[in-house]
């Protein structure tokens, strides 16, 4: 079974979560048995190709596939709001973009119902994302590091944000509770991979000129374990998902997550994180020493339902079960 994959990973591109989640997937489907699987590049012979995005760039790559055409949502129009300038119009486009797949597969209970009401008749699988627990786990030397380059103290708490700088991730939010908390370091690892077309840009860029001293913008890390290794709370306000995977890093790291209460993040990850649905709820949990240290105790464990090894046998089952209809 020959299966390409293909996502637009270029320039900032590389940072946002379908390529990560892409990248993870291949690498791990790229050690198993039954399968050769390739990374991007032109569709040639392969029996199926599983795209991670539809920019026009894999658009024109899905034209000449000749294989089985796959999609994994991703990107719904849900999430396109408060993200993306002119949301509403790029969103008018992707029922057409959908029904080009010959199968969805979808990652979460929420996604598949969009999808499902927006492309009834196309046939969707729901598979949730996978994390490799190998290395998403809390290293100290790289905490210690980090907290160095940074200045931040070993006794000072760190809440850590990982997301896209975007009103529909939260940031106003986070940037409140900087205010509320300046004993407290706010760190916020993320750009603008849509640069100016990024939904309040300009806004968000005078807001973080203007922020407090204890927030702090390392931009884009390349070795995203040692933030998530520096931090005492994760801290995730985004508005809509379709999954949500950097809860599920945190989660492998061991970090206690405070989320938005939101249909998505009950419907992956439960019980297993603190919700918040005002900002005086926010920093009630955030205040919550003993209740942090309780979900922390269970928070990896947690995560062996997603390892990626499991994930990527399924997917390769859902392959197989395509390519022999």
Known sequence: MKVKFYVEDMLFFKYIGCATVAKTLYRQLATMDGIEVSWKGLPDDADLVHYHTFGPLALMNRKIARGKKVLTAHSTPRINLGNIALARSINKRYPNIYRKYDHIITISQPCTD????MVPEIPVTCIPNGVNRTYFQRDEEKR???REI???PEDQEVILSVAQL???KGLYDFLALSRMFPEKTFVWVGGFPYGALSKEWIKIRRLKRRCGGNVIFPGYVEEIISPYSAADVFFMPSYAETFG?????ALSCGLPVIARDIPEFHDIFGDNILYFRSREDAA???DAKA????FASGSRAFTEQFDIRDIAERHLALYRELLDA
């Open 144 to 146: 210690a590091a980090f």
């Open 114 to 117: 969009e999808v499902t009401a």
């Open 150 to 152: 940074y200045r931040i």
């Open 166 to 168: 975007t009103p529909r």
């Open 245 to 249: 995977l950097v809860i599920l890093e």
């Open 284 to 286: 009630g949990l955030i």
């Open 291 to 294: 209740r942090l240290s309780a």
